[in-house]
């Protein structure tokens, strides 16, 4: 569910790696503190943990190296290879998405990291619902991306980058799927999760819902 942009990514992969380093000037204010975002996802993580849209493997990596055990989900299979690569047979990746894939026999914490947004919202209230059900009382749910504290915010962040030349990330602002706090707080919590949301850069929050 939600495959429709992963065109983007056969080709992204190569490069992916330099982009969050900043190397792109159009996207350097979305990944600044990129590694200190994804440290505070794996922080916040505990048992056996889902990954959603691992990319290149970085969240994956940090997941691995503090100790749990990971399945990764990664629709994209250049994608999937890079991290196949960095994890060197540590953690299964295995092809999937949001929605399709086929579910490890336990599940405590399921993450993710700047890909959440290829859901639409209707995508996403189905996904959250599917969540809730997955885990037990006390699982969570750790997503990092982008999201506006209201459509008044995505709009001007819109203008922002056009402004400022960010004809790259002006037409992606529009054309993926970047949502309101309000809507994920109302899903998240019409689904049973209490969740907070901590501001990471301009664009990225770490939403963290506990399932009551
Ligand atoms: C911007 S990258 C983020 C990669 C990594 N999580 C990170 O933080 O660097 C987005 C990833 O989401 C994946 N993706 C795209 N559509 C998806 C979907 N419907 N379900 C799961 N992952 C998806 C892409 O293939 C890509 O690897």
Redesign the pocket.
Known sequence: ???E??NL?EE??QS?DDT?EGHDIEYREVFKH?ESI?GSVAKRSKGHVL??????G??TQKLVESGLSVTG????PS?REKAIEKLKGKTEIID????EFKAPGQVDTIV????FH??NDQEKAKAIGYYGNLLKTGGKIVF?DTMYPSKEAYIKAISEAQDSGFYSLAKDLQTEYYTTIPFLRQVFEENGFVVQFDQCNSFVWILEAEKI
């Open positions: 569910m939600g495959r942009f992963l990514f992204w992969s992916y969050v990129y994804l990954e959603f849209g691992v990319g290149t970085n969240l989900i990664e629709p994209s994608m999937g998405d949001f929605m993710s990291t700047y890909a290829h859901l990092a």
